[in-house]
């Protein structure tokens, strides 16, 4: 990829978002703007292709995946003065969540090194500012509510070289809900407590860490157990979290 300086007019760009579990991929950039620094792959748009099309190739010569773009979830604008105030370097980027369809991971064009990075971790690593603002929106808090119309398939199962099941809730707009075994089982056991129980309506579950001695084998310190709270309280938080509390709003069931 030839970089551009003292462009006449901005450069459009691409990057791919590729997550996987808590973690996400990222590129060790060769060349300016920010060599050295970790940054979601991409580059600019060639002449004649779309931005998908440019996100596709880019991933493919920085990562070596073959990825599928779905919708794009961040924009920016990257404009770099030099010591006269001359703009050096204007790039408007689009980043796309994507999935990958096939291809090995290995860095290439771009990029000195190619890494899946759990998110925590990324947010230590030397970041463009760019990609640091994206990983913090995607590490702000949001609602998801998912019915039976929002939802595609739904799979359960043990992923190959794992030891615990995943439930995978695939939507119809792409996206994916994955939910670990021992998430699922507390809760189950919630969800059966109060189906069953002839007058109970609600149940809270907090996180807890369990020293080793006191949890099963090889499950995360992390468990869900169910919070001493009354009833009424927990009807409350959960109508006011949900905003279902406006005046007019009415419940529909699937």
Not at 145 to 155: I, S, Y
Not at 165 to 173: E, Q, S
Request: glycine content about 8%; hydrophobic content about 35%; charged content about 35%.
């Amino acid at each position: 990829m030839e970089f551009r300086e003292y462009p006449p007019t901005p450069i459009v760009g691409v990057g791919g978002v590729l997550l996987r579990e808590e973690k996400v991929l990222l590129v060790r950039r060769k060349r300016e703007p920010g060599a050295g620094l970790w940054s979601i792959p991409g580059g600019h748009v060639r002449l004649g292709e779309t931005l998908k099309e440019a996100c596709v190739r880019e991933m493919l010569e920085e990562t070596g995946l073959e990825v599928e773009p779905v919708r794009p979830i961040y924009a920016f604008d990257y404009i770099e003065r030099d010591g006269e105030r001359n703009v050096k370097y204007h790039y408007v980027v689009v980043d796309f969540l994507c999935r990958q369809v096939g291809g090995s991971l290995k860095p290439g064009g771009d990029a000195k090194e190619v890494r899946w990075v759990p998110l925590d971790q990324a947010l230590k690593l030397r970041l463009t500012s760019s990609t640091r603002e994206l990983l913090r929106e995607l590490k702000r808090p949001f609602s998801v509510v998912v019915r039976n119309r929002d939802v595609e398939r739904v799979l359960f199962g043990v992923p190959k070289g794992h030891k615990h099941a995943r439930t995978l809730f695939i939507l119809r707009d792409g996206s994916k809900i994955v939910f670990q075994e021992a998430t699922m089982e507390n809760v189950a056991r919630a969800l059966v407590s109060v189906e069953m129980h002839p007058i109970r309506r609600a149940i809270a579950l907090r996180r807890v860490e369990l020293p080793r001695d006191v949890r099963k084998p090889d499950y995360d310190s992390n468990q869900l157990l169910e919070e001493e709270l009354d009833e009424d309280e927990i009807v409350a938080e959960i109508t006011r979290e949900l905003g279902l509390d406006i005046a007019g709003e009415g419940d529909e069931e699937e």
